[in-house]
């Protein structure tokens, strides 16, 4: 009888002894982007922190905004690319950080914030570091040249593809005339609207993803994509080649913020700096196939892997972050409409 009612008791109390403990755990919510960050490196944060990660996704920078600005809070750490944290700053949706409960910061090769509008990471600490540059297949067209001419080059008629992104397509045009991919200089603009209008004539289209896709299956010949993309679709297929251009490209640049509303800005320091940790930013440089600027990280890396995800210092010193141009930015929006309707 003992034993039946010291059991019926258990059974009652069980369910409000694991909603105890559950609450005892807190709760980090980060706002990333799809498949950019290692599981395995989750889970040890879980189980060191005591704690659960909750993970939302979001596939552009101005869909993350909206959905922030329209009022969803709630989040601890967010993944923008360094312009739109910069956006954010100004807007006070982000703290200033404490350098302090982030030792590994130290770790951090400047050059690369150096790039952004945060150079001295008063508000953003660089997470992964891209280049864009030119995929295209080793066998099928062996010639490619690193230049971005190529999107007028007649050889590849139709079997090309630009991005389905103002600023990226717009700041090849830029850099091939020698000019800032940031520039707000009107001359300028009307000189690479009317290089964009002459390369369009030989694109098959402007495309993102699908463009991956039409090379792999060889409808396209040469692709603008990013490098990590492009290391990604290496690994299944290794006649897949890169090419940055000789006249410098763009950088993109992920960074960790910390909203101004976050619950568990301890946790969110936490994280921030745990990704830092040496060999746990070399696990998630292998997983995510981007460049993160730690230096400790770096020594331990595959060689092969790491001549994929670096650029030389020539190129580098040629290469721009894109960055917020205020109100400036609708030059480029009318531009843009104007370079597809023709």
Known sequence: ?????????????????????????????IYNWSEYIAPELMSKFEKDYNCKIVMDYFDSNEAMYAKLKVGSPGYDLIVPSSYMASIMNKKEMIINLDKSKI?????????????????????SVPYAVSFTGLGYNKKKTPAVKPTWSIFGDKQYYHQISMFNDMRESIGAALKYLGYSLNTTDDKQLAEAKQLMIKWKKNLAAYQNEEAKTSLADGILLVIQIYNGNMIQMQSDTPEMGFLIPEEGTSIGVEVLVIPSDSENRELAYNFINFMYEPENCAKNMEYIAYLCPNTKALELMDKDLLGKIIISDELFK????????????????RMWDEIKAH
Do not use: A, H, R, W
Request: hydrophobic fraction near 35%; aromatic fraction near 12%; include cysteine.
């Open 318 to 333: 040629k290469s721009e972050v894109i960055k917020d141009i205020g109100g400036e930015n609708t030059k480029y929006v």
């Open 103 to 123: 030792p590994n910061i130290k770790f951090i090769e400047s050059k690369y914030s150096e790039k952004t509008e945060d150079p001295k990471m008063q508000y």
């Open 1 to 29: 009888m003992k034993k039946l009612l010291f059991l019926t008791i258990l059974l009652l109390i069980t369910p409000f002894l694991f909603i105890s403990c559950s609450k005892s755990k807190k709760v980090l919510y």
